[in-house]
């Protein structure tokens, strides 16, 4: 029985949500304009409160650039971006790091069943301006030394979550030049800081309004993530990157969470993956009907008589238009086991069993966190917003809670010996797999 024992107990992954979930909660943007860290300090405490309240584990605190320092302004981004972390870094690069103070207040306020898991500053390491790049890049460091003050708080602060990005101006490879130039020395610093730099694999087709391309971030599929790292690792920098997976980009790219899991198992990676985002993910079959999953790609608006728009109120977000699909939160949306199989949403109990049965991540070490990116019901109205943040809290637990029995169950066929009930499923077999591992791992770095 005692061999057993661990079998029998569930092992479950945190719920946390990324507090850019609403950018200013029961507050003015003014707010944030006139005292960008004392708003952003009441915005934290707003958060860890709701968060304590609607039954979370914790959050990620969103540490965007303060509005007055912010080189784009807020009505250009359709993401939703908050300075919610209590530093400021100016377009110079110089700036105010999170106070001991502030940094006691926020300890105070987070206990054993509620804390900050990461900070989040999702911005372009590899800004084409090099003076909107210095900026960018020292206010990611200011970002790893308010997590590092917060652990030694007693705060379980992992480290800083961010995209590594791209320079539209050049190609895929000239940028991973740049990255091996411009971004390793900072993973370096996260290493010597001993923190964990997590990043967002979305492929940002409409960050950049100017720029054609879809992938406007190089971490966007598997074999990218394993040569960041590989890149990392050559120069003594391993084990520093992380990837918070989020299901909704493969969705968006064609494929499922099965194969970049699969990938990355098979090429020894399986490690890169922690702490995923969570969104869903509903694909516009029509918009793929007419553009293919690459999206629109002329025609929206961003420019007229050849000249780039540059209003923000003309620009609004119409860049985005080149998705094909639509972000959801998990478990609000019609249930469609035929959408799933196809790969045009997230199947999410798929999703939380093979966390455990490829990847063999281990439940209680990792933090499920909510992004909440549904246009019907984004906006400021905090109350709302935190309504449908427990909601899809609580559909993830129960997934989660599921998947997990359904491992253990597998796990306890396999030690008393007994067949685990199985059909074979198409969706999960990759002809091919080892050789294109193979490829990937050739790829000189």
């Not at 301006?129 to 790893?144: A, M, N, T, V």
């Not at 520093?240 to 997976?245: D, E, S």
């Not at 639509?326 to 966390?355: C, E, F, M, R, T």
Request: with cysteine.
């Amino acid at each position: 029985m005692e061999k057993q024992a661990g079998l029998l107990q569930p092992n479950l992954m945190r719920v946390a949500v990324l507090t850019a979930a609403v950018q200013e909660p029961n507050m003015t943007r003014q707010e944030f304009r006139d005292d960008p860290i004392a708003a952003a300090m009441k915005a934290a405490i707003i958060w860890i409160g709701t968060a304590r309240d609607i039954g979370l584990d914790g959050i990620q605190l969103a540490g965007a650039l303060a509005l007055p320092d912010a080189y784009v302004p807020p009505e250009c981004m359709l993401d939703p971006t908050a300075p919610h972390t209590a530093l400021r870094t100016k377009p110079d690069g110089e700036g105010e790091d999170l106070s001991d103070r502030n940094t006691e207040i926020l300890a105070k306020n987070c206990d054993r069943k509620l804390t900050i898991y990461s900070i989040g500053f999702f911005e372009n390491l590899l800004h084409p301006d090099p003076k909107i790049r210095k900026q960018i890049h020292e206010h990611l460091l200011r970002c790893g030394r308010a997590a590092q003050k917060l652990r030694k708080k007693g705060v379980a602060c992992k480290g800083v979550t961010t995209f590594i990005g791209r320079d539209t101006n050049v190609s895929i490879d000239e940028n991973l030049v740049l990255y091996e130039t411009d971004v390793v020395p900072l993973i370096k610093q996260f290493k010597e800081m001993g923190l964990n730099l997590f990043l967002e694999p979305c492929p940002m087709p409409g960050w950049n309004a100017g720029a054609e391309t879809f992938i406007q971030n190089l971490c966007y599929c598997p074999a990218m993530w394993i040569t960041l790292e590989r890149i990392a690792e050559k120069h003594g920098a391993g084990g520093v990157l992380r990837v918070t997976y989020d299901a909704s980009h493969d969705i968006l790219m064609g494929t499922t969470p099965f194969m970049s899991f699969m990938f990355l198992k098979a090429a020894g990676y399986a490690h890169l993956l922690e702490d995923p985002h969570g969104k869903d993910q509903n694909r516009n079959l029509a918009k793929v009907a007419a553009h293919t999953i690459l999206g629109q790609r002329g025609g929206l608006g961003i420019r007229v008589r050849g000249k780039l728009l540059t209003n923000p109120a003309e620009l609004g977000g119409k860049a985005w238009g080149r998705m094909t699909a639509a972000h959801s939160l998990p478990g609000i949306g019609q249930y469609n086991p035929h959408a799933q199989l196809l790969g045009y949403k997230v199947d999410w109990h798929a999703h939380q069993l093979h966390l455990r049965t490829v990847l063999g991540i281990k439940p209680s070490e990792n933090t499920f966190i909510i992004e909440h990116e549904w246009n019907p019901a984004r906006d400021q109205n905090l109350e709302r917003v935190a309504q449908a943040i427990r909601i899809s809290s609580q559909f993830i637990r129960a997934i989660d809670a599921a998947a997990d029995a359904n491992a253990r169950a597998e796990r306890w066929c396999e030690e008393n010996k007994l067949p685990w009930p199985a059909f074979l499923n198409p969706s999960e077999i990759i002809e091919g797999l080892e050789d294109e591992v193979k490829n990937v791992l050739a790829i000189p770095v």
